[in-house]
């Protein structure tokens, strides 16, 4: 391994996109400690230490935001108007014939969609600034303490300007990375945001350990899980189910084409963490609003009802995930669409006859796969849960966070292994080192 991060040096080319990704993220890292004008940050983390966990919606953005909402910076708003926009796009592309045909409209098309998704990044970010504005003015800590000292319109105006130019900013250092850099830049700018609370979680259990707060045994309990879990998200996160495909022999001219076979790789894991992101801010909204009435029974019960641990939360965590595992499943591929493809070009599936019963047949390997992968990853955000309870662990790993850094990992991995490949080198990977030797 060792050996074979050395070789990305060796390259020009791929050392300059390593060098200016990792510039990218420092700068981005850097941006997240400068503070919006006019509000006391140390009330704010009061806030959150108080009413601002992980159970609740602020705990959830500011993961996504690597903790730049609980600072206050100018990148409070971090990548997620980007990431917003793009899901709304992705939807609006399985409702709307417009937008459907711009994706089959090459690199054209993909412009234009790009493009749109920058005025959505616009739009929405306007009102999250606004909103999150007027939610920073209107909060006090439990001691009566303002977060805004002077609110006002002159705050306003000064913080609105400042949250959406943080994230127009983010966005294009996301572009930047994607351009010239290695791997998507806005999952890298997600996955900086995470990887950099871990450090921080270990240097937290060595010192219980040190202190004797927590036992050895859990350390080694939580060290083994996380090496586990990792590779069970890795292994399901590539899986996928091969549907062979033979393409029949059409004579043009003096050429022959087709005759051969292929095969449609259906991802067991389409749907990614998407399903868990909006299982989580269903069960989270109602919780965030039971967090601000702490004087109420009723809201105290529904809180703890719909706090990580309890079984009701649970339960519905898990319906939640397979259930949006099925519908963006069912956004994203669309059996009609892919029979009538493998129709034009006389594809088929053997045993299969070509439209409507390959329509239904790709519908069926579709739903069975969706469910093993859907309750995989639901006992993924689930039972690590149980596991940092038990062992009072203060390294948070699994759900979304896990899969998103396994799933940008693997794909940064794949690039530089590509690279190398292509270049004659040994890559990261066992199956990349075989074609490396024979391409040699």
């Given at each position: 391994?060792?050996k ?8 020009a ?7 200016f ?15 919006v004008?006019?509000i ?10 108080t009413?601002g966990?992980?159970?609740?919606l602020?705990g959830?953005?500011d993961m ?15 990548i ?5 926009a793009?899901?709304?796009m ?24 790009t ?12 009102f999250n ?22 609110s ?12 959406l130019?943080?994230?127009?900013i ?11 850099g290695i791997?998507n830049g ?10 950099v609370?871990?450090?921080v ?6 010192k219980m350990?040190?202190?004797g707060?927590m ?8 060290l083994?899980t ?6 069970l998200?890795v ?9 062979v ?23 067991v894991n389409t749907?990614?963490?998407i399903p ?22 009723f809201?105290n ?5 719909l706090?990580?641990?309890a ?15 099925y ?12 029979a009538?493809n493998?129709k ?9 006859k070509?439209?409507?019963?390959t329509?239904?047949y ?8 969706t ?8 006992m993924?955000a689930?039972?690590p849960?149980y596991?940092i309870?038990?062992?009072n662990?203060?390294l948070y ?5 896990l899969i998103?850094v396994?799933?940008v ?22 199956h ?7 391409a040699?």
């Open positions: 391994m060792l074979n991060l050395l070789n990305v040096f060796k390259i080319e791929l050392k300059n996109k390593v060098l990704t990792a510039f990218i993220l420092v700068l981005y890292r850097l941006g997240g400690y400068i503070p004008p006019g006391d940050t140390g009330a704010l983390q009061e806030f959150f230490a009413r966990g992980d159970g609740t602020f959830m953005f996504f935001v690597g903790g730049n909402f609980q600072r206050a910076s100018i990148f409070a708003l971090g997620m108007p980007y990431i917003t793009s899901i709304v992705q939807l609006l592309g399985g409702v709307f014939p417009f937008f459907e045909k711009l994706k089959h409209e090459g690199a054209e098309g993909q412009r234009k969609i493009q749109y998704t920058r005025y959505g990044t616009l739009i929405v970010g306007v600034s606004i909103g999150i504005t007027i939610f920073l003015q209107n909060l006090y800590t439990s001691t009566g303490q303002a977060v805004v000292p002077n006002g319109i002159m705050f306003t105006v000064a913080a609105v300007t400042t949250l130019t943080g994230t127009m983010i966005m294009w250092l996301g572009e930047r990375i994607t351009d010239r791997g806005i999952s890298l700018i997600i996955f900086a945001g995470i990887v609370n871990y450090p979680g270990f240097y937290n259990m060595a350990v040190y202190a707060s036992p050895t045994l859990n350390v080694v309990i939580i083994a996380i090496v586990i879990v990792t590779g998200v292994y399901v996160t590539q899986g996928e189910r091969k549907i495909v033979q393409y029949a022999k059409r004579i043009v001219g003096r050429k022959i084409y087709g005759g051969q076979s292929s095969h449609i790789p259906l991802k749907a990614g963490v868990i992101i909006f299982a989580q801010a269903v069960i989270m909204f109602p919780k965030t609003i039971a967090s601000f009435f702490k004087e109420s029974a809201m019960a529904v809180s703890a009802s706090s990580p641990g079984y009701t939360y649970t339960i519905l965590y898990v319906v939640l995930i397979v259930f949006f595992a519908f963006y499943t069912a956004i994203v591929l669309n059996p009609i669409e892919m009538n493998m034009k070009y006389g594809g088929f599936i053997p045993g299969k070509p439209g409507k019963s329509a239904e790709l519908n069926s390997v579709i739903a069975r796969i469910l093993p992968g859907a309750v995989f990853f639901a993924i689930v039972i849960q596991l309870d038990y062992t662990s203060p790993f699994g759900g979304t966070s998103i396994v799933g990992a693997l794909d940064i991995l794949q690039q530089l292994e590509g690279q190398l490949i292509s270049r004659h080198y040994d890559g990261f990977m066992k990349g080192k075989i074609r490396g030797r024979r040699k």
